[in-house]
């Protein structure tokens, strides 16, 4: 059975970057997309965007000029960063598989992490 | 970007009740909506994908329906372990973007 893991700070100071890891257990990272999402306090879901087999990868427009999404298949694990935080970034950060099988639903998330932009 | 407007954003009802959010895409998805449940401090749950289908271990009672731009949500017989927020989602084009969510409170 697949199963997420978010790791990272806590904590990041402004105009800093946030730095996030996702680990994969239980299965191929093959032919999935791997995305993140996050969730400020008391707000709904935001996607931020996905890498597909460690390759092609896709932004929410909002974010684009300060994100990137990187994966590494043979340490079965996939990254997000984010550069130039403000208190704006504070969220919780997910991730969650998207399944082409699916019509590229998001069947698996992890716990969700939460991170906080503040000196 | 596809905007995804849902609807209510709040909804009360009781135990056995029946309900349905709706969820309208600012141009045609096809059927390439999911609908999500998130229970406080949890993790979003995928509840429905392609429109109206079911993954393994989601009770018969919810079901979805529509395509192009316009989907429902609906729950039959509300269950104690129902009352949560619900999120639409579409997976057509990138960015991916969900509705603003809908919480399902017990009347």
């Known amino acids: 059975q697949v199963q997420l893991q978010e790791a990272g700070p806590g904590l990041v100071r402004p105009s800093e970057t946030l730095s996030l890891t996702c680990s994969v257990s239980?299965?191929?990272?093959?032919?999935?997309?791997w995305t993140w999402i996050r969730q400020s306090p008391g707000k709904g879901l935001e996607w931020i965007g996905y890498?597909?087999?460690?390759?092609?990868?896709n932004y929410s427009p909002s974010l684009k000029s300060r994100v990137t999404i990187s994966g590494d298949t043979s340490k079965n694990h996939f990254s997000l960063t984010l550069r130039y935080v403000t208190a704006a970034d504070t969220a919780i950060y997910y991730c969650?598989?998207?399944?082409?099988?699916?019509?590229?639903?998001?069947?698996?998330w992890g716990q969700g992490t939460m991170v906080t932009v503040s000196s | 970007d596809i905007q995804m407007t849902q609807s209510p954003s709040s909804l009360s009802a009781s135990v056995g009740d029946r309900v349905t959010i709706t969820c309208r895409a600012s141009?045609?998805?096809?059927?390439?909506l999911n609908w999500y449940q998130q229970k406080p401090g949890r993790a979003p749950k995928l509840l429905i994908y392609a429109a109206s289908s079911l993954p393994g271990g989601v009770p018969s009672r919810f079901s979805g329906r529509g395509s192009g731009t316009d989907f429902s949500l609906t729950i039959n017989s509300l269950q104690p372990e129902d009352f949560a927020s619900y999120y639409c989602?579409?997976?057509?084009?990138?960015?991916?973007?969900f509705g603003q969510g809908t919480k399902l409170e017990i009347k």
């Open positions: 969650a598989r998207g399944d082409t099988g699916l019509l590229d639903a998001l069947d698996i």
């Open positions: 989602q579409q997976s057509y084009s990138p960015p991916h973007t």
């Open positions: 239980g299965g191929s990272m093959t032919s999935y997309y």
């Open positions: 890498i597909y087999n460690s390759g092609a990868t």
């Open positions: 141009q045609s998805i096809s059927t390439f």
